[in-house]
């Protein structure tokens, strides 16, 4: 069974922090890198960070030394730290394993995600 559960979204002021949480499929995590990803109104999703299967993490300059991703292999979840936020990082968060998940079919598979709103 392929399943991504994102949470932890939420409206906060320009400054202030928040901590993501996915928990994902076993089938899905296992061995894998995973990332998270964001998508702001009107613009592209992009991904904001990663993390290998033995904890090496990558950040998009735009996240870098605000954002810091985690993951806990025992119990199949992926998180994400998000300190100092600015406006900017106004978006839904998905996250996915990296590079993304294709199904059988052809098709992209994603979360609901969750709502990240930063007010200036």
């Known amino acids: 069974q392929v399943q991504l559960v994102e949470s932890g979204g939420g409206l906060v002021q320009a400054g202030g922090s928040l901590r993501l949480s996915c928990a994902a499929s076993?089938?899905?995590?296992?061995?894998?890198?995973m990332g998270w990803y964001r998508q702001a109104p009107g613009k592209q999703r992009e991904l904001v960070a990663s993390i290998t299967s033995g904890g090496s993490s990558n950040y998009a300059d735009s996240v870098k030394g605000r954002f810091s991703i985690s993951r806990d292999n025992a119990k199949n979840t992926v998180d994400l730290q998000m300190n100092n936020l600015k406006p900017e990082d106004t978006a839904v968060y998905y996250c996915n394993k990296n590079p993304p998940i294709i199904l059988t079919n052809g098709l992209g598979y994603w979360g609901k995600g969750t709502l990240v709103t930063v007010s200036s």
């Open positions: 076993r089938s899905i995590f296992s061995l894998n890198a």
